[in-house]
């Protein structure tokens, strides 16, 4: 097993990568929460920081896989993430739908034995990761933005027992990954999940030659796209249109037909939208695994 512990702030193709592996190993992630741990008692706040988008979310890695080519599909199996015991809230200037009327405010969120508690209301933790993914061939792309290589998708089905597939776009692909949060709502509202340092044990593996455009998350019953634009009509087209093709590759179906089947079994949430419309618009659109078929990815 290789430890991977130091973090980047973009996804990038001309970032070192920290260590390779090969495909089949295991790889343990040691990530810092998105204020590489700065916010530590509730006198904190982000307007102290200096917090921008250049330094959030840092990701541990990259870490370069042997044998990944431009053209390879990048799967990895989040196996566990284990968080740390105490995690923040943070209200984020100009951020989420409602920015308009609060305070900034950071709230500490103490985690005992999988269980936050928020103003005396106990709930289940249920971690998931941020950001996760691959370099693009293109510009360098801050953690803080999605895009179609993956990074701060902030899915909250991104999580043990997920397997996420990405386009390998660069040699290596350059997997990345951080922000992990003990729990997150879908849209991640005021702009944080509880924001949280953990470790997360990943194992990777290669699909050789495989089209894929946007990463796609498997869980035990569905496929889902993830995708973004500038709005989030568009992100759904482009989320809907990848499904199409991908679901025709192994049905068979026509255009019209996997058209209609999707409008009548698909899924969509939005994973986030607390940030600012200059910034892409994440979401995740999907439907069930179909055993008759061979699966989607693969
Ligand atoms: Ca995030
Ligand atoms: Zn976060």
Known sequence: MKTIDKSVYNFSKNNEPFTD?????????????????????????????????????PA???????????GDVL????????????????TCEGCGP????????????????????????????DPMIGVIGTAPDGDDVIDGYPGNHGGNMDS????????????????????????????????????????????????????????LNWPVTETATHWYVNACAHDFGE??????????RLLMNVTGWDKTDTYMYMSVQSDVAINQACVPCEVAMILRFGTPKLPQFKPLIG
């Open 21 to 57: 592996a090969d495909p089949g190993e295991l790889l343990l992630f040691k990530t810092m929460d998105c204020f590489s741990n700065r916010l530590k008692t509730e006198e904190d706040l982000i307007t102290d920081l200096a917090y921008s988008y250049d330094v959030a979310n």
């Open 60 to 70: 541990a890695g990259p870490v370069y896989i042997n044998g990944a080519e431009p």
């Open 75 to 90: 799967a990895v199996d989040i196996l566990d993430i284990q968080v740390a015991d105490q995690g923040v809230i943070s």
């Open 98 to 125: 409602l920015c308009d009327d609060m305070d900034i405010r950071t709230r500490v969120v103490k985690i005992k034995d999988g269980i936050a508690e928020f103003n005396g209301v106990k709930f289940p933790i």
């Open 156 to 211: 909250k089905i991104i999580k043990k027992g997920a397997r996420v597939y990405f386009p390998v776009r660069v040699k290596g692909a350059l997997l990345q990954l951080g922000d992990v949060h003990a729990t997150m709502g879908d849209a991640e509202l005021c702009g944080t999940g509880i924001e949280i340092a953990a470790e997360v044990l990943v194992k990777v593996s290669l699909i050789k030659d495989f089209e």
């Open 235 to 244: 992100a759904l087209r482009n989320a809907s249109r990848e499904l199409q």
